[in-house]
């Protein structure tokens, strides 16, 4: 199942084992994210090595680790995209993740953004929705 991941998501699987991480390393899942996604997460860098109690060498391994299953996805593949959609939503930030997922025709993104339900052009996805699509909520 093809699906953009959103920053906030790779930072929640990096602060704690939990749900987030469990669903990020789900085979089942095949995860996509624009290439500006390294960035915005670098960003928030000291924020999560001080949260997660991580050495900064211990930070790069993971996010080495949690890279390895998402593919980055260029500018170049959606850049005629973000015309189209620019104006769908109010946060600039998430222009390139709505634009990602038409580009790979992905199933929706994975966020916990309020902001991109703002849009309809994609489907927005929770951890819950994210377990719902595989069989896994406890719910179910």
Not at 21 to 37: C, G, H, K, S, V
Not at 38 to 54: F, G, N, W
């Amino acid at each position: 199942m093809r699906i953009v991941i959103d920053a906030n998501r790779v930072l929640a699987s990096m602060i704690k084992k939990g749900t987030t991480r469990e669903i990020l390393f789900d085979p089942l899942f095949e995860f996509f994210a624009p290439d500006n996604i390294i960035s915005e997460i670098r960003k928030h860098e000291k924020r999560v090595t001080k949260a997660a109690q991580l050495t900064n060498e211990e930070f790069e391994v993971l996010l080495l680790l949690i890279f390895e299953n998402i593919s980055i996805i260029p500018q170049t593949k959606y850049l005629d995209l973000i015309a189209k959609i620019k104006h769908s939503i109010k946060d600039p930030k998430d222009i390139p993740y709505i634009a990602a997922c038409l580009a790979t025709d992905s199933e929706g993104i994975w966020t916990h953004d309020p902001h991109f339900k703002e849009q309809e052009k994609v489907e927005i996805l929770t951890n819950i929705d994210m377990l719902r699509k595989v069989g896994k909520a406890k719910s179910d």
